[in-house]
């Protein structure tokens, strides 16, 4: 009775959470609520066969499993339910969102790393050493790919240098070819050559990304991106031709939306 207790709580934590954590949160709730439903089951079928030789306690028991099981049965119900209605809310996300939750992780991920690195403790040389010597020694810790990621994306994003932003993200692919960061860095730097004005440069960026990672979260907003950067060229028919491209495409993405706005103009 404490599981359903707690597990009622935590779902009611999970309907405050932005919808694509609620929808990953909540199929781990229901994967928890069916094997808990299964050790009910099996809970209740033993408690049974032992009813005659326990009498009230085990009568209690098998009430607290009925009511146990019916409780999770309607959770089980809401659940699937609900994770309906967010299948159907989740094709409003918007880019920026993803982004946000992007954001967040890294931000989770570099302070993880400097408490790790507070955690270690001094070593005894370290410690015997005199200060001019430890000045001497000490070294600029190197970053992590997604410390790099980040300042990267700080620069375009928010200090426009677009360049030096560019740069480091072009930096960030040739050594983490494998990281899951990749492709978003591939579009950041078609953004970059966007904020530039080096619009042929961007389109050919983007490009990659379309061609390439055509399933991947980014490639909407890079083809969207693209079509901007044509009509920036003065070439609206290729502008026009991406932007219902990326409709046909990915009818269902915040993109889409934007692309019908800019063909009923």
């Not at 931000?107 to 507070?118: G, H, I, M, V, Y």
């Not at 270690?120 to 790099?148: D, G, M, R």
């Not at 028919?237 to 009923?264: G, V």
């Amino acid at each position: 009775m404490r599981f359903i207790i707690s597990l009622l709580g935590l779902l009611l934590l999970v309907g405050c959470l932005p919808p694509s954590q609620n929808q990953l949160r909540m199929g781990m709730d229901l994967e928890e609520m069916k094997r808990r439903l299964a050790q009910l089951e099996l809970q209740k079928v033993e408690t049974s066969q032992t009813e005659l030789a326990g009498g009230d306690t085990q009568q209690r028991q098998i009430a607290e499993l009925t009511a146990g099981l019916d409780n999770l049965r309607v959770e089980f119900q809401s659940v699937n339910g609900r994770m309906d209605d967010l299948g159907r809310d989740n094709r409003a996300v918007t880019d920026e969102l993803q982004l946000i939750k992007d954001d967040l992780g890294l931000q989770l991920s570099s302070l993880a790393n400097r408490f790790d690195e507070l955690e270690q403790p001094a070593s005894p040389q370290t410690a015997v050493t005199a200060p001019v010597q430890q000045t001497e020694q000490k070294a600029e810790p190197e970053l992590t790919a997604e410390q790099i990621y980040q300042n990267a994306l700080d620069l375009i994003r928010n200090q426009k240098k677009f360049s030096k932003g560019r740069k480091m993200l072009e930096s960030f692919a040739k050594k983490y070819p494998e990281h899951d960061l990749y492709v978003n860095a591939l579009y950041w730097s078609g953004e970059a050559f966007y904020g530039e004005k080096k619009y042929e440069q961007a389109i050919l960026q983007l490009q990659d990304v379309i061609s390439q990672y055509s399933s991947h979260p980014k490639a909407a907003a890079a083809m969207l991106k693209q079509a901007l950067a044509f009509n920036a060229l003065g070439d609206g028919e290729n502008a026009r031709t991406t932007m219902q491209k990326l409709i046909e495409e990915y009818p269902h993405s915040s993109q889409a939306d934007t692309a019908e706005k800019f063909l009923n103009k």
